[in-house]
């Protein structure tokens, strides 16, 4: 006998909890399904963990540079107990509690799809069936293909954001934020760094300048950053660790490899082909821009084959059960702020200037040296650095992209993020006040600079 409730949703990661916190306050009888734990991958192995263990050696780096200090101590075992504390020492008893609480019933096992009209999962003895299914399994790291790797130390986010001691020397294979951010923490913690970019920069999503500034960083942390090579093979070291080959001839001995190789969305071994539910090459399931991937089946977050960011897993979130909930809302999740938490802070939104050469827009850059610019940088630290760039389309008269380097960028390009989304016309933006001293005083530096 099938379980029947209005709702069932798969997956509690971030957007699995926003969709069936949001049905269940709305009325709906619910339920939600986790194999592992409530919180998903960005409460346990990702956001959570690296934001927390970065934070230390953020602190103690900005530290050396405010007049009147000294570098800290860093205490490596309070960092990794409060590390231990942020993930709930991987303990989501109170979490099943809660949902039990609010009437939402929680069910934990694998689901998979055994039938549609209604859509009905089997999670180990147990079957649901419901009207509305929101799918929000995430993704899994992307395993690189480079024989010998399964015979040596890998780490994937997993292992690196739950790790008990700091490993002396580490390869980290990939050069998008993932690998950058653990590759920026291991770094600073002491340990000898190497990543490997199969391109030809960091960051390759992001403007070059933003992958240069990357790898300063790296650099300064004393990390070594490769560009355009590759492992060709791997192989255990005499003592423990790895010998990676690369494809130049050179070898590297390192105690553990890092993977940042990407991800891929999470759709494996959910039955999808058996209900007759196309996914594309990569896994991901399609969705419309009501997050609808089949009449009454749902996706929200990494699942998608959007960008992998906890915000999008929300934000779909939010527009799939509000639709559910009979409200009007379409997804407009193209423009969204894109964080890499090295110290200092990198972030953008919107295009870079290829991207809008590409899209035919006629635009203006300029860019902003934010310690020559401003005051508030000098009253933070005696040797300040950042950087902010804004794009805007000169028929239009609005921003399409932003990006800054510079403490706390990730909070203040949230003004660029709105300015874009809601294309806010510039001289309406060439009009505000900012507060003194900020960083934020720097939109008004770029925006004057703009030539429209
Ligand atoms: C190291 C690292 C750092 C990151 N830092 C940031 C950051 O700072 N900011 C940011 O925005 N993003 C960050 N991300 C990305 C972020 O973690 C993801 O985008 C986010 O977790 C996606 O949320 P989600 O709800 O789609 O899926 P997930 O968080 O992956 O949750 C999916 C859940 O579904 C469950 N599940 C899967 N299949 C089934 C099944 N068949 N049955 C039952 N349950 C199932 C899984 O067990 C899991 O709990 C980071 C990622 C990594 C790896």
């Given at each position: 006998m099938s379980e029947v409730f209005d709702a069932v949703v798969v997956g509690a990661g971030p957007g699995g909890e926003v969709a069936v916190s949001r049905l269940a306050a709305g009325g709906l009888r619910t339920a939600l399904v986790e194999?592992?734990?409530i919180g998903g991958e960005c409460g346990y192995y990702g956001c959570i963990p690296s934001k927390t263990?970065?934070?230390?050696?953020?602190?103690q780096a900005q530290a050396e540079r405010v007049a009147g200090l000294s570098r800290p101590a860093l205490d490596w075992p309070a960092l990794r107990d409060y590390r231990d504390v942020m993930v709930r020492h991987h303990d989501d008893s109170r979490q099943v509690e809660e949902y039990r609480k609010n009437g939402v019933e929680v069910v934990k096992g694998s689901a998979r799809?055994?039938?549609?009209?209604?859509?009905t999962l089997a999670v180990g003895d147990r079957v649901l069936a419901a009207e509305h299914v929101v799918l929000a399994t995430g993704s899994q790291p992307v395993r690189p293909d480079i024989p010998g790797l399964d015979r040596v130390p890998v780490w994937t986010n997993r292992e690196a954001t739950s790790l008990r001691e700091i490993p002396g020397r580490a390869a980290l294979i990939g050069g998008g934020p993932v690998a950058v951010e653990l590759g920026h923490f291991l770094a600073r913690m002491g340990c000898e760094v190497t990543l490997l970019v199969r391109g030809e920069r960091l960051l390759a999503r992001e403007d070059p300048r933003l992958g240069e500034e990357a790898a300063r960083l790296l650099s300064a942390d004393g990390a070594t950053v490769?560009?355009?090579?590759?492992?060709?093979?791997?192989r255990p070291s005499g003592s423990g660790?790895?010998?990676?080959?690369?494809?130049?001839?050179r070898e590297l001995t390192v105690d553990v490899v890092v993977l940042g190789t990407g991800r891929r969305p999470g759709t494996a071994g959910l039955g999808l082909e058996d209900v007759g539910v196309p996914v594309d090459v990569r896994g991901a399931l399609p969705v419309d821009d009501r997050c609808r991937a089949a009449p009454g089946l749902w996706a929200v977050g990494d699942v998608t084959g959007r960008p992998a960011f906890t915000h999008l897993a929300k934000y779909h979130a939010r527009v799939a059960a509000d639709t559910i909930l009979g409200?009007?809302?379409?997804?407009?999740?193209?423009?969204h702020p894109r964080v890499v938490f090295t110290?200092?802070?990198i972030a953008a939104v919107g295009m870079t200037p290829a991207e809008a050469e590409r899209a035919g827009i006629d635009a203006a850059e300029a860019t902003v040296d934010l310690a020559a610019a401003l005051a508030r940088p000098w009253t933070f630290?005696?040797?300040?650095?950042g950087r902010l760039s804004l794009l805007a389309d000169r028929e239009r008269r609005v921003l399409v992209g932003a990006w800054a380097v510079a403490p706390m960028a990730g909070e203040f390009i949230h003004y660029a993020v709105l300015a874009i989304r809601a294309a806010v016309p510039i001289d309406v933006l060439l009009d505000d006040i900012a507060q003194f001293p900020t960083y934020s005083e720097g939109f008004l530096n770029a925006l004057e600079q703009l030539e429209l």
């Open positions: 194999k592992e734990l263990l970065l934070r230390g050696p953020e602190a799809f055994v039938g549609r009209d209604p859509w490769l560009t355009g090579r590759q492992a060709r093979s791997a660790g790895a010998v990676l080959e690369l494809d130049d001839g409200k009007r809302r379409v997804r407009n999740d193209a423009v110290e200092p802070e630290d005696t040797e300040p650095h």
